[in-house]
Every structure is written in structure tokens, then in C-alpha cells.
């Protein structure tokens, strides 16, 4: 079972107010590759649910929910496909820190005709078919389709062997990775937060603070929106936290005049 939560370290400049970068496994690293393989339906979806807006993706959103399935929907169409889309599939398990879209995660699994078993001719067609839901009828017999099967990933010859190890996720868990404000994500080196530091022209190293953070389903949502029209993503969720939606551009402003005072 992939975890629901996974810690952070955060380096936080107090005098510009801002996070310089975060320290993070490759739990939290696999959760932000991951948002790439999010349909947009299912980013507006989550950010509807926890009453967030993204530019004008909601009404696109509302409209669809809105219209009536009976009067405007072709029957054979089923809304769901667009309001709740599966995330593309994947056997790289990554913590799961968005709500909502866990079955998508784990649903690998797929069905065929009943009738394949039988081994009658007059059912030798029925193979040909595999579909997602064992609720389907077989286009050819009219069955319903719920012999299991399970799905296999294929894999370049070259990645079997790692493939039976117990790692999880798209990167290695053997490397500590610096994640930027902007969610530019690079190995961890001494160098390179030295350089950094020296880049943010921090001038005062007894202002910069270490913070260990927890990072659950909640935050998730929140770097979602954030990383939709922010470039200080890890500032937004970490050291605004407190604001709603509606006060939110306030924040930012009085955050942007302390920084143009450090500056
Ligand atoms: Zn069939």
C-alpha cells in the first residue's frame, strides 16, 4: 500500500518569507511526476471538490455536470467519462496524496466474455474482446464479460531484473532530491545549495530555518491549484496555508512587498 503522507524538509528564508527548496525522498518526487499523468478532468474534479478554482476549467466542469444526461447526452455516453476520467495506467504505485482518484490508481484490472471458457466454437470470437468493467456485454455473444484478467505492464529487457526488487515508483529511492519553489526537481548536492543560496543573495544564513513538514492528501490538493498559476508553489502551500482562497492574492501582494524590501 502506497502511504498517504510523506515528510519534507524546507528551507525557509523568514526575511524574504519564502521557501528556498524542499529536501524530499522519492516518495514526494513520485507524487510530483505523477500529477503529469492527471487527466485535466480529474485536476478540475479535485480542485472542485475542495471548492478551488483553476482559470475557467470549473465552468467547463459545471457545464458538463449541469447539462442533463437524458435531454443532451448521446445513451450510449456515460458523463463520468469526462467528470471523472481514469489517470492513465501505470503498475509505479506512488503515495497516494490526492483524495478521490485512489481506484484509478489501483483498478489494473480487466475482464472478458464468460463464454471464453467453454471452448465451444460458437463462442471463439468472444476472446478477441477485453474490456475495463466487468459490468460490459461481449459484442459478440451478448454475455456479460466478468472472467478476470490481470494486466501486465511491459517492460524493456533491460529493467526485469530491477523490476523484482520491492522498489516502488517512478525514481530511485536511494537519492535525496532538491525540489525549487517552482517544482524544478534536481539530485541534492552540497554545491548546489550553496550555489542557491548564493543566487537568492541570502545574506543572513541566521535567517534561514530548517523545517521538517508533513505533506498528506490535504497539501496535495493545494500544491495541485498552486502549481496551475504559481511559480512559488512550495511558498503557497507551506507558508500561506492560513489563507482562504478569496484572501489569497491579498497574501501574496504583502509577501511580494516584504520581498522587494529584503531585495
Ligand atoms: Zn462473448
Known amino acids: 500500500m502506497a502511504a498517504t503522507k510523506v515528510s519534507l524538509k524546507l528551507l525557509i528564508d523568514k526575511k524574504s518569507h519564502r521557501v528556498l527548496f524542499a529536501e524530499a525522498d522519492n516518495k514526494f518526487v513520485d507524487f510530483l511526476f505523477s500529477i503529469l499523468t492527471l487527466p485535466v478532468g480529474t485536476v478540475t474534479m479535485l480542485l472542485q471538490e475542495e471548492k478551488m478554482q483553476a482559470g475557467c476549467l470549473h465552468s467547463l466542469y459545471e457545464s458538463v455536470d449541469n447539462l442533463s444526461d437524458d435531454i443532451y447526452f448521446r445513451p450510449d455516453q456515460d458523463k463520468d467519462f469526462l467528470l471523472k476520467p481514469k489517470v492513465a495506467i501505470s503498475d509505479a504505485r506512488v503515495p497516494l496524496l490526492l483524495p478521490s482518484v485512489e481506484q484509478s ?63 516502488e515508483g517512478y525514481v530511485k529511492g536511494v537519492i535525496t532530491y532538491m525540489v525549487m519553489d517552482d517544482l524544478e526537481v534536481k539530485p541534492m548536492s552540497a554545491i548546489s545549495a550553496i550555489t542557491l543560496l548564493s543566487k537568492f543573495n541570502v545574506m543572513d544564513l541566521g535567517a534561514v530555518e530548517e523545517k521538517v513538514v508533513d505533506f498528506g492528501t490535504d497539501k496535495g490538493v493545494k500544491l495541485l491549484k498552486a502549481c496551475l498559476q504559481s511559480k512559488t508553489v512550495l511558498t503557497d502551500v507551506f507558508l500561506t496555508a492560513e489563507t482562504t482562497i478569496t484572501g489569497e492574492s491579498v497574501k501574496k501582494k504583502s509577501v511580494l512587498v516584504k520581498r522587494r524590501r529584503v531585495v
Request: proline letters at 5%; charged letters at 25%.
Open 105 to 167: 490508481y489501483t483498478a489494473r484490472n480487466f475482464y472478458r466474455c464468460v463464454q471464453v471458457n467453454t471452448g465451444s466454437a460458437r463462442y471463439s470470437n468472444c476472446g478477441k474482446y477485453v474490456a475495463n468493467d466487468w459490468r460490459a456485454i461481449c459484442p459478440h455473444c451478448k454475455s456479460l464479460m466478468y472472467t478476470e484478467l490481470k494486466y501486465v505492464e511491459y517492460r524493456p529487457p533491460r529493467d526485469i531484473k530491477a523490476s523484482s526488487s520491492s522498489e
